[in-house]
């Protein structure tokens, strides 16, 4: 395998990790972005930076740190959204691993390190996932957010847990064998919620494994990134629409119940967040979906009625 050698240590030209950065206008955040995967303790790995058509002076910067490190590899394209930018990211990478990380955010120092370890020793797991650290931009605090199960679950448990909305996880946070990932892109028609789909379809022929730590660190202007992705949340009832029509992998039924799920996962965010005006629709939409989810009843009774 051919090699190169920087600051006396060597790498290898077909990396074990590609870290694939997508990114508009952020000239300055995706330095730090940078920063974040360079300063890794693991680091056999490329960089590749897709610039969705910045108008600022983006391809400067990066040119600017590609000569001091021959990682790092620049594309630009004309803006067609981030799940193409994905896409392109994809097809340019050599890795045996893909990993994502969105350019106003960063990983933590370790997180190459313990995932590519893990997949490493786990062959029949596809995908890693772990929690985020969330930074409030104003006032600088630190705050977690995700819910992963330690270890392994079955293909079948873990696609039931995510087309239930019963757990999602922060796509900056997730290293993927690629070999596992096949013919899987992201989805372009879906201008928000992208990775929802994407796992949906990986999770039917792939093990996820979770690591129930921080692994990647993501900026907010609040301590909430669950409020945060509000305006996407509607987008991603495309994805049950596209399972069932496009790949045949849900029943009328089953179309039917992920709806169900779907609205009930807003309506209890709109809930805690004091939002009632936009919960009441989500809960009506839940029930007219599928009158007979389980999960309603249970919100009902717990959250509206036992802890009044």
Request: contains cysteine; proline residues 2%.
């Amino acid at each position: 395998m051919d090699n190169i050698t920087l600051k006396n240590t060597t790498y290898n030209l077909s990396p074990k990790v590609s870290v694939i950065i997508p990114t508009y206008n952020r000239n300055k955040l995706v330095l730090d972005a940078i920063d974040s995967v360079l300063e890794q303790t693991f680091q056999d790995f490329e960089i590749i930076i897709v610039d969705d058509g910045s108008s600022d002076d983006t391809q400067k910067h990066i040119e600017r740190y590609q000569q001091k490190d021959k990682r790092i590899k620049y594309i630009f394209q004309e803006n067609q959204g981030v799940s193409i930018a994905r896409n392109t990211g994809l097809e340019a990478s050599q890795g045996q691993y893909i990993a994502f990380l969105d350019s106003d955010d960063r990983f933590l120092i370790d997180k190459l390190e313990r995932q590519v370890s893990t997949l490493d020793n786990h062959l029949d797991v596809g995908l890693i996932y772990g929690k985020i650290l969330v930074e409030n931009t104003i006032t600088k605090e630190l705050g977690s957010w995700g819910y992963a199960f330690s270890g392994s679950l079955g293909i079948a448990e873990m696609h039931q847990k995510i087309y239930k909305r019963h757990l999602f996880f922060y796509i900056g946070t997730t290293l993927i064998r690629k070999e596992a990932m096949g013919s899987i892109k992201f989805d372009s028609r879906m201008k928000t919620g992208e990775d929802f789909l994407f796992y949906l379809l990986l999770s039917k022929k792939a093990k996820f494994y979770g690591i129930d730590e921080p692994l990647s660190l993501v900026r907010r202007e609040h301590e909430s990134i669950i409020q945060k992705q509000k305006s996407k949340k509607f987008d991603e009832a495309i994805a049950y629409s596209i399972l069932k029509k496009e790949y045949n992998l849900l029943t009328n039924i089953e179309f039917l119940k992920g709806l169900s799920y779907h609205y009930l996962y807003f309506a209890k965010d709109y809930y805690e967040d004091g939002m009632y005006l936009k919960y009441s629709p989500c809960l009506i939409k839940c029930f007219l979906f599928n009158p007979f989810n389980p999960y309603l009843y249970k919100h009902i009774l717990g959250d509206l009625i036992l802890k009044k």
